[in-house]
């Protein structure tokens, strides 16, 4: 049976509609009707533009050419992102009506690759740990994780082809592996971040959810990068099951294990590499950074509006307020010497093969998960990829986690890509 549009990945539909056997009008509106469908039971969306929508696909599917390499791809933008016409509200009643009149950057870029917004995707509040009111679509009584919760779930549920997330300790890589969908962490710095409600700078990093790892080579195409040329040979992958292995399901480590044996018999060179042992220590170093960075990121809205906080979010505000200068300039100190050890890996391998998350969505939707094997890689501002594989005893998306040298972006997109192929 032939796919509905609205199930194509964006490198499937980009293709059709250059063949002229698509239009976007066509791609949009049956991205609409899945909505109407199940937005009820998921709850991905703060906003939707149908009208705007709409209208930009006609103006598209009236060119003779593509307008680039999106061209017609309906977005979901991640909700502390700023949009020009809808509101954002940054999952906060603070924000609940705020319009900031203005696209932010990566907005504009896909924009002009021939994208459409199709509207505001649910984020947990400011990006944090308070959770939306997105329901994991592949079981609605579990979470879809956090923070970029309603991106992750519209293109799961075939709402979206592509979603904007944004991570600043795991929230693009958990909520792709929740969610059972490709899911892209940029090098830090990859990526303009103007017009993004900013958590902790010196962490925040853009990324995106799709369905394919090729999809995410068109996403850096509208950057103005050019796709990595095919691997000739197969990848040098070392396994590296952090200090944190023990913390994950054993069916998930059963699962990462069973991945490094299927590449390995695709003729991928796997050898283990053991995380030096001070890399404990990152997980603290992570969490001083970015709760210090978030008293000062949101010391505004604590002063005006401190009770629209949730408690987690006073908690975030306590926690970073503890954090000395002291302790700030060691945590980027601790940063710093990892960094050094993790040339070590670089010498040794084309890209390192890790757990996504501790294993399935948990059940309930007011734990987002464990960010645990996701904080250590966006504090050293590595590129992260989620890639789906298999699912776990709930019947639930597992996912293995792909990362390669920071400003390899396009050369692990392409190792991506092999890697998808022979997992499938």
Known sequence: MAKSPNQLSASEAVLRMAQKRLKARDLVEACLDRIEAREGQVHA???LDPDGARKRADILDKRSRPAGPLHGIPLAVKDIIATRTMPTTCGSPIYRDHVVGKDADCVTRLVKAG?????KAVTTEFAGGHAGKTHNPHNLRHTPAGSSSGSAAAVADFMAPVGYG??????????????????????YGWADMTGIKAYAPFLDTLGFFAREANDLALIRAAYGHAPADPPAQAPRIGLIRTPWWEVAEPYNRKNIEEAAHTLRAAGA?????????NWANLMQAQHRIMTKEATQSYAKERARSSHLFSPIMHSVMEEGDAVSRKQYADAKKRRRTALAQLDDAWSKFDILLAPSAKGEAPSGLGNTGDPIFNRFWTLLGTPCIALPFNTGPFGLPLSVQLVGARGTDDQLIAWARWVERKLS
């Open 115 to 119: 994208a459409i917004v199709l509207g």
């Open 269 to 277: 060179r796997v050898r283990e590499w053991q995380a030096p042992e």
């Open 45 to 47: 969306w703060e906003a």
């Open 166 to 187: 944004t991570q600043t300790a795991g929230s693009v890589i958990r909520p792709g592996a929740f969610n059972g969908v490709v899911a892209y962490k940029g090098s």
